[in-house]
């Protein structure tokens, strides 16, 4: 027996999908997802394009039903997941007609909080999520980096203690994005939420994370699995020119290429 139960475990998780011609094979997307994230972790995937990642979220997050295997929340097989989990999805949207404070309330609102206590709760974390000034505008209105804050802060003020991120900074230019790792880093120290957080970077996961997965191309299996063991808190200058911190990178690098070129192969 582990000495802690596992907050979030995968067994054995498998998802096909129809052909989109109709006939032919299913698709694969899938095939024996093990992992295990302990509470209070911060864990990330990283894997070729086309290799699962979003659909592993979906089956995690309870939009989507495994084809195989099953999913562990404190231990317990979590058959119907809708709304035990935060979730940010990758093309994460706000609603251009709905301010930036109207915005982040909407996960509180969804969790059936009344818009007036939403609004005052939401807007109690734009300080601490670099918004403040911001609650009355437009989303048009604002950066892409505060943007993507306020899907983040939308996500968090929906108070799940397991939450999904599926390549928040992705879009970001990389002087925003290490500044948005940092801050990250800052939350997750102060809220110590399990997060689960997938990046085509893999000098964002090393940054970021306790242990990265790296998933095979399609169908996506558990490649590897890597501890980061650089101490905390981590400071961005000193933690990437750290001697472990390039010997981490090695060991992730290969791998991924390898994954990356049969994926490559696979499609072409
Ligand atoms: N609803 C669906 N129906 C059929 N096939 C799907 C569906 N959703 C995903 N797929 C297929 O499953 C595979 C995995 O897709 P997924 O979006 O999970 O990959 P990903 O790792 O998130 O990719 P990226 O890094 O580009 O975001 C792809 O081949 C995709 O075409
Ligand atoms: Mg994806």
């Given at each position: 027996m582990p000495a802690t139960t596992a907050r979030l475990r995968t067994e054995g998780l498998t998802k096909a999908f129809p052909a989109r011609s109709g006939a032919g094979d299913r698709v694969s997307?899938?095939?024996g997802v093990e992992m295990t994230i302990d509470p209070g972790e911060f864990v990330s995937i990283v894997g070729p394009s086309g290799c699962g990642k979003s659909t592993l979220f979906n089956l995690l997050a309870g939009l989507d039903r495994p084809s195989g295997g099953r999913i562990l929340l404190d231990g317990r097989p979590a058959d119907n997941l809708l709304g035990e989990i935060g979730y940010m999805p990758q093309a994460d949207l706000l609603?251009?007609?709905?301010t930036v404070l109207d915005n982040t309330a909407l996960g509180l609102q969804l969790n059936g909080v009344k818009r007036a206590e939403a609004r005052e709760r939401a807007r109690g974390e734009f300080q601490r999520f670099g918004l403040?000034?911001?609650?009355?505008?437009?989303?048009?209105?604002?950066?892409g980096g505060m943007r993507q804050r306020a899907a983040l802060l939308r996500t968090f003020l929906a108070g799940r203690e397991v939450m999904l991120l599926d390549?928040?900074?992705?879009?970001?230019?990389a002087l925003t994005r290490q500044e948005m790792q940092q801050w990250l880093l800052r939350i997750w120290q102060e809220d110590r939420k399990t997060i689960l957080f997938v990046t085509h970077d893999v000098e964002e996961a090393l940054f970021l994370s306790d242990r990265v997965y790296v998933m095979s191309g399609?169908?996506?299996?558990?490649?590897l699995c890597v501890e980061v063991?650089?101490?905390?808190?981590?400071?961005l200058e000193r933690t990437m020119t750290a001697p472990e911190f390039a010997e981490l990178k090695l060991k992730l690098i290969e791998p991924l290429r390898r994954a990356s070129a049969a994926a490559r192969a696979e499609d072409g």
């Amino acid at each position: 027996m582990p000495a802690t139960t596992a907050r979030l475990r995968t067994e054995g998780l498998t998802k096909a999908f129809p052909a989109r011609s109709g006939a032919g094979d299913r698709v694969s997307a899938l095939e024996g997802v093990e992992m295990t994230i302990d509470p209070g972790e911060f864990v990330s995937i990283v894997g070729p394009s086309g290799c699962g990642k979003s659909t592993l979220f979906n089956l995690l997050a309870g939009l989507d039903r495994p084809s195989g295997g099953r999913i562990l929340l404190d231990g317990r097989p979590a058959d119907n997941l809708l709304g035990e989990i935060g979730y940010m999805p990758q093309a994460d949207l706000l609603m251009p007609w709905r301010t930036v404070l109207d915005n982040t309330a909407l996960g509180l609102q969804l969790n059936g909080v009344k818009r007036a206590e939403a609004r005052e709760r939401a807007r109690g974390e734009f300080q601490r999520f670099g918004l403040a000034g911001f609650e009355d505008v437009w989303p048009s209105q604002i950066s892409g980096g505060m943007r993507q804050r306020a899907a983040l802060l939308r996500t968090f003020l929906a108070g799940r203690e397991v939450m999904l991120l599926d390549e928040p900074f992705g879009a970001l230019d990389a002087l925003t994005r290490q500044e948005m790792q940092q801050w990250l880093l800052r939350i997750w120290q102060e809220d110590r939420k399990t997060i689960l957080f997938v990046t085509h970077d893999v000098e964002e996961a090393l940054f970021l994370s306790d242990r990265v997965y790296v998933m095979s191309g399609r169908p996506g299996r558990i490649e590897l699995c890597v501890e980061v063991e650089l101490e905390r808190p981590r400071e961005l200058e000193r933690t990437m020119t750290a001697p472990e911190f390039a010997e981490l990178k090695l060991k992730l690098i290969e791998p991924l290429r390898r994954a990356s070129a049969a994926a490559r192969a696979e499609d072409g």
